[in-house]
């Protein structure tokens, strides 16, 4: 995902990235406009997730000004199509970049002014690069393939964002896919988890570098896979009855968020899973209150905390590392230097309040 919020009385924002992120914005058509800051398709379609993702509830709920959003994200994506491949028309990260927003966003053709210096790009990939890989490698040649290859890849693209002049930036990390119901077998998903966890790591200590290369960038790392295990280590204190499987007659969506189907236990909003790739819309609210107060807190960017009357999300030091799944890997005993370790972990330790 690839996201351009402008943080003054108006703002512009560009996205590409998976189907978290995807709300099916083809910037061919109706480009964002003050009746619809998403241009296109239609404000309230429920795209993926049975009802709006955390995109479209960052966009609206929680910030104090005007948004306006470029959504390139696919269902499906990768970092890069070279590496991990799924569908020609799937446009990765890089195919994002180069056929989307540099031609319709920039230079003499570009069908939109941004204006750089007052936009946030943020990303969000990496859950199809693990679904379509991660049973391809092991070991170190696992870790080397997402950190410097498709790292390589990622930063390069996170580069050119840079070169448009955008200067604030946030990275999602990717949620628990590893828990996915009836996705991954059970003797593997502490395998999955690794991947996870060094994918992120690839994310996380890049964003580091990153800043460090170019001391005029502000960014912000959101972990959203704490995020999720929280959610799912206390259901109840979030709205939530079951966090492990799902109802079929809910994955393919329902005309209303909370509509119970006499097939299934609970009515959908008590699912965390819509379905086995996808969390409920419910999810991504607590998804975007939480990077609201991220970018509020890291980027100094003006957000707005509308009463959703959902609880706080309190992380904190112990309680993240609690939610760790004793069965990943150390990443010591993977990463050359403690020091990438030292860079992923601290992420996710300010509080909600």
């Not at 679904?131 to 391809?136: A, E, G, I, V």
């Not at 890849?153 to 996915?180: C, E, M």
């Not at 960017?301 to 609880?311: K, R, Y």
Request: with cysteine; proline share 6%; aromatic share 16%.
């Amino acid at each position: 995902m690839i996201c351009a919020h402008s943080y003054n009385e108006s703002a512009n924002s560009r996205h590409s990235g998976d189907s978290y992120t995807d709300t099916g914005f083809d910037i061919r058509f109706t480009l964002p406009n003050d009746l619809n800051p998403f241009g296109n398709p239609a404000m309230n379609s429920d795209y993926v997730n049975n009802g709006i993702n955390w995109l479209k509830y960052l966009s609206t709920a929680h910030n104090s000004s005007t948004y306006y959003v470029f959504d390139f994200a696919r269902g499906g994506a990768t970092v890069d199509n070279r590496l991990v491949y799924y569908r020609d028309d799937i446009p990765s990260f890089i195919e994002q970049m180069e056929t989307y927003f540099l031609p319709y966003m920039t230079g003499p053709n570009r069908i939109y002014q941004l204006n750089s210096s007052e936009t946030i790009a943020g990303v969000f990939f990496g859950i199809n690069d693990i679904y379509n890989s991660w049973q391809n490698y092991t070991g170190t040649e696992r870790f080397r393939f997402y950190t410097e290859r498709i790292g390589q890849s990622y930063w390069s693209a996170v580069k050119t964002l840079y070169d448009t002049g955008i200067r604030h930036f946030f990275f999602n990390l990717i949620p628990p896919i590893d828990l996915q119901p009836g996705e991954y077998p059970a003797e593997r998903r502490d395998l999955v988890a690794q991947a996870i966890a060094e994918f992120n790591t690839m994310v996380t200590s890049g964003a580091v570098m990153f800043a460090k290369h170019y001391p005029d960038v502000r960014t912000a790392v959101i972990d959203l896979n704490i995020v999720a295990r929280m959610l799912i280590a206390e259901p109840k204190t979030y709205g939530f009855e079951n966090t492990t499987t799902y109802c079929a007659p809910y994955a393919v969506g329902v005309p209303f968020v909370d509509t119970f189907y006499k097939h299934c236990e609970y009515s959908a909003n008590k699912y965390f899973w819509l379905n086995s790739a996808h969390v409920t819309t419910d999810v991504h609210r607590y998804f975007a209150h939480y990077i609201a107060r991220q970018l509020e807190l890291n980027l100094g960017l003006p957000a707005t905390n509308v009463n959703m009357s959902l609880p706080f999300i309190n992380i904190t030091r112990p309680t993240a590392t609690a939610l760790i799944e004793p069965k990943i890997t150390s990443l010591t005993t993977i990463t050359p230097t403690p020091e990438v370790q030292r860079m992923y972990l601290p992420y996710g330790r300010i509080l909600i309040q």
